[in-house]
């Protein structure tokens, strides 16, 4: 039995976490895991202010999240990867990490198809890849942070 609902969802992100950590030999399933993670990891903090126990609002976990790239990065990914078009009157805030366009891409290290091996983000907005699975550790650890110094952990 869980705590609080919100530690249903944070034990959800560890599993997907898990998965994209241990991918297999399927490239769409490995990919769809990415997406999961992504989105699940984004909506965290809904599961947050929306569970009473955690004395926490929508208003206190956006200005909570505000100076965490990494979740920033993960909300644009979480976005684009679950609406076709993405209603900016939806989001926490203005943010230029999340107003650009972020994709999920492959690297291919050599001529077979098994050569695709790693998974990046493409963060317009600084024009650089960030490497799927680092992102997704530092979002983890970034809610690790965030939940502790709020005595949610």
Known sequence: MYRNRYHEQLDRVDRWLDRIKHPGEDR???EDFLWAFFQNCWHLKDWIADDPASGQSG??????????????VVQGLALSGKHLKVDSSKRPAKDPRVDKALVLGRIHLGREESDWIS???YDASANEWIPALELAEQAVKDWIEILTEKGLL
């Open 28 to 30: 769409t399933e490995n």
């Open 59 to 72: 208003d206190d976990m956006d200005k909570a999240i505000e100076g965490y790239d990494s979740l920033r």
């Open 119 to 121: 998974y990046v983000a």
